[in-house]
């Protein structure tokens, strides 16, 4: 099963985001699996009100994949993702910086697809 749903480009996305996740897992994962992908999604997320660029009245668009044994997460902007990764290596100095290392970490794989609009997605398996 497909969802989407349009996230404020603020700082309540991320809220939105796990609550929108909470109701499209209609059967609910262990508690461990559902957490990260919570956390992750909230990472990729952030990520995208922090990095690009977008303003009050903008979305973001979550888009979630839900099948037997995968869950595919992507987080879509109207900008382009080719300074994501750039922007979150930069702020390793600073506080946070750790949200593509939290996803790498919980994901079997992730990735960005440049250009516009831009997306960064991660795959979980749900088994």
Known sequence: MQF?????CDRTASEVARTTLDGCMAE???HERSDA???ATSEL????????GCGPGEHI????????DLV??????????SGIAIAERLDRGSEGG????????????WGVTPGLP???WFEMART
């Open 4 to 8: 989407q749903a349009y996230l404020p």
């Open 28 to 30: 609910p994962d262990d």
């Open 37 to 39: 992908l919570r956390l």
């Open 45 to 52: 997320v952030s990520n995208a009100v922090r990095h690009s």
């Open 61 to 68: 668009r979550l888009l979630v994949d839900v099948k037997a």
């Open 72 to 81: 595919r997460v992507e987080v879509e902007q109207s900008t382009s993702t």
């Open 98 to 109: 750790f949200g593509l290392s939290i996803v790498e970490s919980l994901s079997l794989r």
């Open 118 to 120: 831009g997306r960064v």
